[in-house]
């Protein structure tokens, strides 16, 4: 099972909306709605900020929203802050693995 | 509250074996996936495999079967990641993490393993 595609690199300045894309096929993005996202700052472990395509778990910003279309889904930051600096990680339910679930390549977020 | 508490940083040399642990509690330790991802430095994630700690049943990536394994005590609430011979390419940080329905909810800290000679 290949990782899902992610670009590796996205920037924004702040206050500026930026969007993250992962991309797989028809075996996992495009064949289910379990797609989740995970920030993670540097030394630090993943953390949860987007479940089954959309939905955010509590306590998370609202400037953070997920979306899909065929087989791509992402992610988008909108209000730009310099906390949001970090790697992201898509997660997918996959069909074609024995762990059910596959993670994308990773983007790294920088804020100008 | 949730937790998973790993076990501390290991610094080890090719050929040793080793085994690291992860603790969960405050919630129900056998309803739940347990996964080990790795994360290489400066690397993704990866999923080295999962267990099921209420029945133990286990499953593995291809690129990890047969290189490490994983087992539970559930009577202790805790999931374990063992190598019988480390490899210096096995340098990485190693999280376990909760799997609830298609998400993971809650991650542990992260344990460090550094395999030099």
């Known amino acids: 099972q290949s990782a899902l595609t992610q670009p590796a690199s996205v920037s924004g300045s702040p206050g500026q909306s930026i969007t993250i894309s992962c991309t797989g096929t028809s075996s996992d993005v495009g064949g289910y709605n379990y797609v989740s996202w995970y920030q993670q700052h540097p030394g630090k472990a993943p953390k949860l900020m987007i479940y089954d395509v959309s939905n955010r778990p509590s306590g998370v910003s609202n400037r953070f929203s997920g979306s899909k279309s065929g087989n791509t889904a992402s992610l988008t930051i909108s209000g730009l802050q310099a906390e949001d600096e970090a790697d992201y990680y898509c997660?997918?339910?996959?069909?074609?693995?024995?762990?059910?679930?596959?993670f994308g390549t990773g983007t790294k977020v920088t804020v100008l | 509250e949730v937790q998973l508490v790993q076990s501390g940083a290991e610094v080890k040399k090719p050929g040793e074996s080793l085994k690291i642990s992860c603790k969960g509690s405050g919630y129900s330790f056998t309803s739940y996936w347990i996964g080990w991802v790795r994360q290489m430095p400066g690397k993704g994630l990866e999923w080295m495999g999962i267990i099921y700690p209420g029945d133990s049943d286990t499953r593995y990536s291809p690129s990890f079967q047969g290189q490490v394994t994983i087992s539970a005590d559930k009577s202790i609430s805790t999931a374990y990641l063992q190598w019988s011979s480390l490899k210096a390419s096995d340098t990485a940080m190693y999280y376990c993490?909760?799997?609830?329905?298609?998400?993971?909810?809650?991650w542990g800290q992260g344990t460090l393993v550094t395999v030099s000679s």
């Open positions: 997660s997918s339910y996959t069909s074609s693995s024995t762990l059910f679930y596959v």
């Open positions: 993490a909760r799997r609830n329905a298609d998400r993971v909810d809650y």
